[in-house]
C-alpha cells in the first residue's frame, strides 16, 4: 500500500489520526504514539517516562493486569510499548476481527490506568534489576554514559531507565503529576494499518481516543547546550576494551541531516560493506561488532561511532577510524560512489518499509513530528538531491577529529 493512500484525519479532541487500508494482511496494528519521553522528566522524576510505560499494564478502572495482558494473547494477538528520550509508544498486532477490542484496549490502559501501589513496588524492583543489568553489559553501557556526557546536565542525557534513588521516591501523585503535563491529545498521535472499511477504523478511533481531554498540557523541553569535547578513559572489568567516538549532531528538521543519514551509513550502517566493517572487521580482523549511529532529535541530534577490540588493537582501530574520517573529510564522493550510496540507502529504506508494523510505528511518529505523513517519495527526492560537496561538508563539520569526543572502557 502506497502511502499516496493513507487517510489521515483529527479526532475531535486534537489527536492526529491516520489509517492506512491493507489490501492483503488480516492482521491490523494499532499505535498510540505519546510525546512524553525522558527529557520531559524534571531532575526527581528520572526514570518516570519508563516507569508509567511498564505501570500501564498492570491494572486498570474495569482491568486487573492479568486482564490487561490476557485480553489480547487470548485470541493470539499481542500488546507491547517502549520508551524513548522523546516519545512513549504504546502499539498492538492482532487479527482484523479483534478491532474494536485492541483499541479499546489501548484507550484503557492509557487513559484509566490506577497504578496499583503493590504493582508499583513490584516494577520499582524489575526495573532496578534491569539498571543493575547494564553493569554486566559494557557494549550498551558506554552509550548512556556517552550521551550522559555530551548532554551534561541536561534531561537528553539521562539514563531512560532512571536511577535506583529516583525510583525508589516515585509514588502515584507524582506518576498522575506527570501524565497530566504530558498525556495530552495535542501530544497523542493514533495510527491503525489494515484490512478494514475507512469509516470503521475513524468511528472506533473517535469512540475510544476522542473523548479524553483536550488539555495542551505543559512543555518543559528546554534546548541542550553544545558540549565541549571530552576524552574520557574508565577502567571497567571486561575482556574487551570498548570505544565510542562521536558528538552533537542535526535535528530532525535540518536540511543537513539527509546528507548526514546517507554519509553515516557508508561510514558504519549496518550494511556488511560498510566502510568500518570492511577495514575493521573484514581486512584486518580486529573487531566483531563495529557500527556508527545517528539519533535526531526535535532540537538536537547524536552521532556516534563505536567498535569492541582487544586492548592490544585498540590503537590501531582507532587510527584506522580518524583515518576513515579523513577520507571522507578530503575526498569528495565520486559520482559513482555517490550513486551507489544513494542505491543502498533507498533500498534499505523500501525493506523497512515491508514491515507493517514498523511502518504503522513511524507514521505515528511522522505525525507528532512534522504534523504530517512524509511520503517516501519525497524522502528518495532528498536523497537523490544530496551532492557530493554537500556530503564533504557535512563530513568536515562533524567528523573533525579536534571536535569529536571520546568514552573508552579499558581493563587495567
Known sequence: MRREDLKVFELKNGIQAVFEPEDHSEVVHAVLTIGAGTRDEYPEEQGMAHFIEHCLFKGTKKRNGIEVISQLDSVGGELNAYTTKEETCIYASFHKHFLERGLELIADIVFHSVFPPAEMRKEKTVIIDEIRSYLDSPSELIFDEFEEQVYKGHPLGHNILGTEKTLKRFDKAMVKEFMQRNYVPSRMTLSISGKLPEAKAKFLAEKYFGHARSSDGFNSRVLPVPAKPFKLKKNYSTFQDHVVWGGTAYRYEDKKRTAFVLLN????????????????????????????????????????????????????????????????????????????????????????????????????????????????????????????????????????????????????
Open 265 to 412: 551509513n557508508v561510514l558504519g550502517g549496518n550494511a556488511m560493506n560498510s566502510r568500518l566493517n570492511l577495514v575493521l572487521r573484514e581486512k584486518h580482523g580486529f573487531a566483531y561488532n563495529v557500527e556508527a549511529s545517528y539519533v535526531p532529535y526535535t532540537d538536537t541530534g547524536l552521532f556516534t561511532i563505536y567498535f569492541g577490540t582487544d586492548k592490544r588493537n585498540r590503537a590501531k582501530c582507532e587510527e584506522l577510524v580518524l583515518k576513515e574520517l579523513q577520507n571522507f573529510r578530503k575526498k569528495k564522493f565520486t559520482s559513482s560512489q555517490l550513486e551507489q550510496a544513494k542505491i543502498q540507502l533507498k533500498g534499505q529504506l523500501a525493506l523497512s518499509e515491508e514491515n507493517r508494523l514498523n511502518r504503522a510505528l513511524g507514521l505515528g511518529k511522522s505525525l507528532l513530528l512534522y504534523g504530517k505523513i512524509q511520503k517516501m517519495r519525497d524522502v528518495y527526492r532528498r536523497i537523490e538531491k544530496v551532492s557530493a560537496e554537500e556530503m564533504q561538508d557535512v563530513a568536515n563539520e562533524l567528523y573533525n577529529p579536534d571536535q569529536l569526543s571520546r568514552l573508552v572502557y579499558t581493563n587495567k
